[in-house]
């Protein structure tokens, strides 16, 4: 069976986006955050245009540049033509006229994916024309291009059920961000003014539409350098030792509960907020009570640690949220 006409776009999509998170992921590469940006871009708009056609019943001409022909007296004659370039192949629209077809229905693409990708040209402009030799700016680019793939994951999901989670779908800060450097940077670069005016973009763009963790679509996602005993309570095998010299760690109760961040109020409310149809009715407390068995939505404490007949309470992972979209509807 012939495959739709979409998917050579969904997968010339994923190969353009797996080319910008390998090379900005290089260690020594000097023209990182600017090839990702232009190579973001061209994957997004790959999959605007594979979302369009697969709308459209797998028609190209609704991704085409289409305009009446003339008629031998120079009228316009109704009938629409697709516009030819140089090569003498049908034009196609570009990124803004994708974005501009996607926010309307039946697909209603959610309006921080639409920005971030924007923040993403605006980037890519400036790089084409000045230089981007800029310790912040390189900061705000990682956060803004772990938001792009984290929309494109949760996007490309969703519209056409591809599963990328064989690819380690991440970017790497290469290094750590201090106050300092961040200060220096804007003294020392020969494109201060160029540069300033984007961050401020950036940061316009990021107040009109703040940027929520547990969302699924953001316009970027804050990084933040930190010294800890783990980044994760879940990924750390920690073995128990009476060797003296063995390293020491003290593990707090507030530690683990960290990625648990909500009780049954707070999940109550966010449900609510999250969701068209939600009430606490029977039904939701069938379904988090399912996912309770599972630690890596629930754990429970007790509120006297050190008193194992104390109350307990019931505290939940974000993640828990991706569950109940399986039966509720988002707003």
Known sequence: MKPPRYKTFVDKSIGAALSAIEIYNKPDFKYREETFAILMINSWELLL???IIKENKSD???IYILTNKIGK???KLPTLTPDINRSNNP?????????????QPPISLNP????????????????IHFQHDDLYLNKKVFEIGTASLRNYLTLITGWFNYDLSVYNFFLMPITFFHEFETIKSFSTNNNKDQIENLLKYISSKEKEIPSVETNDFNISLRLETKFVKSTSTDS?????????????????????L??????????????RKRYSNFKATQQYHTIRKGLMKTKKYCKTRHLDPNNLKSPKKDWFNSEVLKEFDKHYTKI
């Open 91 to 103: 034009k196609t629209i570009g990124l803004s006229k994708c974005l501009s077809i996607c926010e």
């Open 60 to 62: 190209l001409k609704s």
């Open 258 to 271: 960290k990625n648990y961040p909500l009780d049954y109020d707070k999940l109550t409310e966010a449900l």
């Open 112 to 127: 921080a994916v639409k920005e971030n990708i924007f923040v993403l040209m605006e980037i890519r402009d400036t790089a």
């Open 49 to 51: 245009k594979a979302k």
């Open 73 to 75: 007296k120079g009228n």
């Open 236 to 256: 750390l095998l920690v073995h128990y030792s009476t060797d003296p010299d063995a390293l020491k760690i003290n593990v707090q109760e507030e530690d683990a």
